[in-house]
């Protein structure tokens, strides 16, 4: 055991490559991604520290050519999600008792490792799988997945230095202790870092955790074990298996020592999920933990004071930097009727200076929706708002699915709020704009409270400091993330914990000590020196 207190490294966030046209940075990026393009990739299941492979391969494609086979994976069934339930809770024992500052030195160095010699294939099985351009897989892939690893040690370190005090003659502990179970770790397409924070954060604690990653992600998911593996991660702390997602969850959180859901996803999902957990509460070891989050309906408001340039590039970043798939994406837009014209001439003008293709040419700011059916989804919508009386199509509006999965950057403006591309979660490149007069602030504050369901990110443009007092009042419970000329995206480790309630999620706040919390069972220890020697007590006589 260790005989030293042990400071971590202090956590600062990672430095974001620019990749500026004819760098060195770019040209190796870009000679990775070549190059992966090329190989034929063999995708196992990990379970137990073992490569699990299977009769039933499936096929990978990349958005942006979904002619173009990339290779396999092994599809499991529900016995193989038996068995990683088994690796996990046979490697609990030795992971439990290993000392916290060697489970955080594993964690330290897998940043370290996609810092330096893992970032471009890490960045580039992104780019490929996910169709991210350089900026995005960088700010995602390297960057976010690095500080979450750094950040979370640092978090806790600090979660297990908080301790109680103590009266004479006593000293009071608290000892954080991993969950009594397994934990069961559901990840999206669309992050690459949250892909490896849900699992990862559980293990640094101590828990050992049974990973389905989603079927959009599986390329830059074996990156991530890959590099897990190279840091010294034990066999059978982290399982991952590609398996049907309904059967698992039914498998998985109907098993006795099941103890925590870490989840990202659809609403849907998550919401099936926690009523499974409900239907099985009698049969657990331990009330399970569970966090989620599942996306949002994200909006931008501007006051008549806003600045229009700053409006503008807000909701063309927002609402079109990788395709409108983030949770965090502007998607709905509340313009005051004096703004409107010059802040659509200066988003036109915009729009028509990007390009679309493929991320292997740095210079495409937008690339491919995941898969057919958000592209079909996406053109669905488009075509719904060509014909309708209550909105029109007023930029974009072209789909392509000839070669990739291609939606053009798309802005609908609707006259009536309540038009469903307005409320309803679309996740790809299409904005929604209601334009309200002026004199109806206050109104339009209370409207975009209550058009969504979800409550993730929103952003308030204002000059007017009174205006943006009464935004930031209206809209307390409409968004966990809440910018003040700002888009509303881009949330950064340490510097804005993130996360939404309502039909967001369980805000349970990634990228803060907070999250790291939940996977936690606390045991208080209190310890007497002198013990009592008669039971009476004073007022006694």
Not at 231 to 260: C, Q, S, W, Y
Not at 290 to 308: L, Q, R
Not at 355 to 373: L, Q, R, T, W, Y
Request: hydrophobic share 40%; glycine share 6%; charged share 20%.
């Amino acid at each position: 055991m260790s005989k030293a207190i042990s400071q971590v490294p202090f956590a600062v966030n990672e430095p974001v490559r620019t990749y500026e046209p004819g760098s060195a940075e770019v040209k190796s990026l870009i000679a990775t991604y070549k190059q992966m393009w090329k190989e034929n990739v063999n995708i196992p299941m990990v379970i137990g520290g073992k490569e699990v492979t299977t009769s039933d391969t499936v096929a990978i494609t990349s958005p942006q050519d979904h002619q173009h086979q990339l290779g396999v994976y092994h599809k499991g069934t529900m016995q193989h999600v038996d068995e990683a339930i088994n690796a996990a809770l046979a490697a609990k024992e030795k992971w439990n008792n290993l000392g916290w500052e060697q489970r955080a030195a594993i964690f330290l160095k897998a940043a370290d490792l996609i810092a330096g010699p893992y970032r471009d294939r890490l960045n580039a099985a992104t780019m490929i799988g996910q169709s991210k351009n350089v900026h995005q897989a960088e700010i995602d892939a390297a960057c976010e997945f690095i500080d979450f690893l750094r950040f979370n040690v640092e978090f806790m370190t600090e979660m297990y230095s908080e301790q109680p005090i103590s009266d004479e003659g006593i000293w009071n502990r608290s000892e954080y202790r991993p969950l009594e179970g397994f934990c069961f770790a559901v990840t999206p397409f669309n992050f690459t870092a949250i892909s490896g924070n849900l699992p990862t954060c559980m293990a640094m604690l101590g828990n050992v955790v049974v990973w389905k990653p989603s079927d959009k992600q599986i390329y830059s998911a074996k990156v991530i074990m890959d590099i897990l593996t190279e840091a010294g991660l034990p066999a059978g702390v982290i399982n991952m298996i590609f398996t049907d997602g309904k059967e698992t969850a039914e498998k998985v959180l109907a098993h006795r020592d099941f103890a925590a859901l870490h989840f990202t996803g659809s609403t849907k999902v998550f919401q099936s999920m926690w009523k499974t957990i409900g239907d099985n509460i009698h049969q657990y070891r331990t009330y399970p933990r569970i966090v989620g989050e599942t996306g949002g309906k994200d909006f931008v408001i501007a006051h008549p004071s806003a600045n229009i340039a700053a409006v503008a590039t807000a909701l063309v970043r927002g609402a079109f930097e990788y395709q409108g798939q983030k949770c965090s994406a502007a998607s709905r837009a509340y313009i005051p009727r004096s703004l409107w014209n010059d802040v659509k001439e200066v988003m036109e003008a915009q729009l028509k200076s990007i390009k679309m293709g493929s991320p292997e040419d740095p210079s495409n700011f937008v690339n491919a929706v995941i898969d057919k059916n958000s592209f079909e989804k996406c053109k669905g919508y488009i075509e719904r708002a060509q014909k309708s009386s209550d909105a029109k199509v007023i930029i974009g509006g072209n789909c392509d699915d000839s070669k990739g999965w291609f939606v053009e950057p798309t802005v609908i403006e609707a006259s009536n709020p309540n038009y469903e591309a307005v409320c309803e979660e679309i996740f790809g490149p299409i904005l929604s704009v209601y334009v309200y007069e002026d004199e109806k602030w206050e109104e339009t504050l209370k409207l975009v409270d209550e058009t969504s369901p979800y409550s993730l990110t929103g952003a308030v443009f204002a000059q007017d400091r009174y205006a943006v007092d009464e935004a930031y009042k209206a809209l307390e419970n409409a968004a966990g993330n809440f910018y003040i000329n700002d888009k509303p995206t881009g949330a950064v480790v340490g510097q804005q914990p993130f996360g939404g309630a309502r039909a967001s999620g369980t805000n349970d706040k990634a990228g803060s000590k907070m999250n790291l919390l939940r996977w936690v069972s606390v045991r208080s220890i209190k310890e007497t020196f002198v013990s009592p020697k008669d039971y009476k007590y004073p007022f006694l006589g």
